[in-house]
């Protein structure tokens, strides 16, 4: 019996299927439906045992992957910018049906990286997160424009806090009756957007309230609910990562290198991985390290490193030994240590 592999390059409607055997001869090719059980039938009418069943990252590879996998397929997720390099190698016209049978040969060769799908749990939490933050950024953006607007006129906004920001466009624009039409459009819009986020937010909140692991995380100073529950979901599973010092890497937060020979550079990080939860990561040292009062080895360590570099540096790696440290709390389930001298030092990123 015919050992199988199956590449599938799937668009919003149709996916192409290539399934080819071990010494790579071509077996089937066929556009299906882009739904799981479409593909699922098209692949089980295929005599032979099934080795992999390949699909790029992309926004159904969640919806695939365990549709396939609930099958009994054996699905895997395979890294995007590999498969580019690799079809790009193999295939001078670019096609649904040669990036099927690029991704096939792929799969057989095991020349892939795999990427971790993660939970549907982990998926909602995760969507939770990115619509608040879209919302977030979208009362910044209406806040901006009336400033924007204004100020052709000398009507200058100032520093005011979000409660006051209202009033103080009204009386900007009373005895201006065109501009106050406009301003009160934008103002009515930002308070639904900002209505829309508090029901968000709270609901944020009641998730991580009730979440031992993000309640432990939250007794790191400057670590709140968004960058608890951004880590746990992005995270997923602890046992994925060999070493706590991996997770840095994993969220771009390690400087690019370049070595060839006598050359050997290091650059700016990475920015690899989830921007979402990096830019927690960042914005829970910069409250540390800037705001914080209380002392722990970590700000310690943050703060002397910026007297010998920068500030905007230490911020980074104090992200970067925050999200070892997270990890490593996560594994071992033990609560975050305030002194050096708590058990094992802290851990170095």
């Known amino acids: 019996m015919s050992t199988l ?30 739904d799981p059980e479409a593909i699922t039938k098209e692949l089980l009418v295929i005599e032979g045992t099934w080795e992999r069943v390949g699909l790029e990252a992309g926004p159904l590879s969640q919806w695939l992957f365990f549709g396939l996998k609930d099958a009994g397929l054996p699905a895997v997720c395979i890294e995007t910018r590999h498969a580019k390099a690799a079809i790009t190698a193999m295939s001078r016209n670019k096609n649904d049906r040669n990036d099927a049978r690029s991704i096939a040969q792929i799969i057989r060769s095991g020349w892939f990286k795999a990427v971790h799908v993660k939970s549907t749990d982990s998926q909602e939490l995760r969507t939770l ?22 100020r052709p006129f000398g009507l200058k906004v100032g520093r005011v806090g979000a409660s006051g920001f209202a009033q103080r466009i009204r009386d900007l624009v009373s005895d201006r009756p065109r501009l106050a039409l406009c ?16 029901s968000l937010h709270a609901a944020l909140l009641r998730v991580v309230k009730n979440d031992e692991l993000c309640v432990r995380f ?5 670590v709140g609910p968004v960058t608890a529950l ?119 990123p």
């Open 5 to 34: 592999y199956a590449g599938l390059d799937v668009s919003l409607e149709m996916t192409s299927v290539c399934v080819v055997d071990a010494d790579g001869r071509l077996l089937a090719e066929k556009q299906v439906s882009s």
């Open 129 to 150: 997160l990115t619509s608040r933050e879209f919302l977030v950024n979208k009362v910044r953006d209406h806040e901006n424009e009336m400033r924007g607007a204004l």
């Open 183 to 198: 301003m009160e459009a934008l103002l009515a819009s930002r308070e639904v957007l900002r209505q829309q986020l508090a």
């Open 218 to 222: 939250m007794g790191i100073p400057g």
């Open 230 to 348: 951004a880590f746990k979901t992005t995270i997923d599973r602890p046992d994925r990562f060999r070493r706590s010092a991996d997770v840095g890497a994993h969220l771009g937060l390690t400087p690019r290198q370049f070595q060839s020979g006598e050359t050997d550079r290091r650059g700016r990080i990475g920015k690899g991985g989830d921007s979402l939860t990096r830019t927690a990561l960042f914005a829970a040292a910069n409250v540390m390290l800037s705001r914080s009062t209380q002392w722990t080895a970590l700000k310690h360590w943050g703060v002397t490193l910026a007297r010998r570099s920068s500030l905007k540096k230490a911020k980074v790696a104090v992200a970067r030994k925050l999200a070892v440290i997270m990890h490593r709390m996560w594994r071992d389930g033990t609560p975050f240590r305030w002194t050096a001298q708590e058990g094992r030092r802290t851990p170095e």
